[in-house]
């Protein structure tokens, strides 16, 4: 890669849902992880870190029969050391931010059975180190806080599930407000 690109080689397709049946080609969901296996003149990701990506970024590649995606730095989403989205460390001005519990009944106890639209707000889990500012090369650190609840735009961020909790990761500028 040159510049600010780095080449990610996917995470294998899972062919299998969790409880072991085989998924046609269709009902596949596309990996939005992968390992970084060559990098541009970056500095915030190293070869052989793990990242998400957003879902549409870059050009696939097949290098000796692997998928890899080129990407711009700036479409890796952020770090994760483990397995759980819950430990994503974010890149850049992105926020984690676990989304507020809904609820599958009405205030009058009616059971809902449409699905409700996701939540534009929850509770901020991990910052990114803020957004670079490419003449200078300072840092502006995020104005919101660990702990804190916002607000983000609706349709903004990567959305993500894991257990019964549901995580978005959306840049600084998609938050409306901070809640308190």
Known sequence: PVGDRVLVKIDKEESKSKGGIFLPESARIKPTAGTIVAIGDIST???????????????????????????????????LPGDKISELKPLSDRILIRAAKT?????????????????????????????????????????????GTVMHAKYSGSEFDEGNSQYTVVRESDVLAALS
């Open 103 to 147: 609820s599958d009944r009405s205030t009058g106890g009616v059971i809902l059975t449409q699905a409700q639209e996701k939540p534009t707000f929850g509770e901020v889990i991990a910052l990114g180190p803020g957004k670079k500012d490419k003449k200078t090369g300072t840092i502006h650190p995020i104005n919101v806080k660990v702990g």
């Open 45 to 79: 990701v190293r070869i052989n870190d793990r990242v998400y990506y957003s879902q549409y970024a870059g050009t696939e590649v097949d290098v000796d029969g692997v998928s890899h995606l080129l990407l711009k730095e700036d479409d890796c989403i952020g770090l």
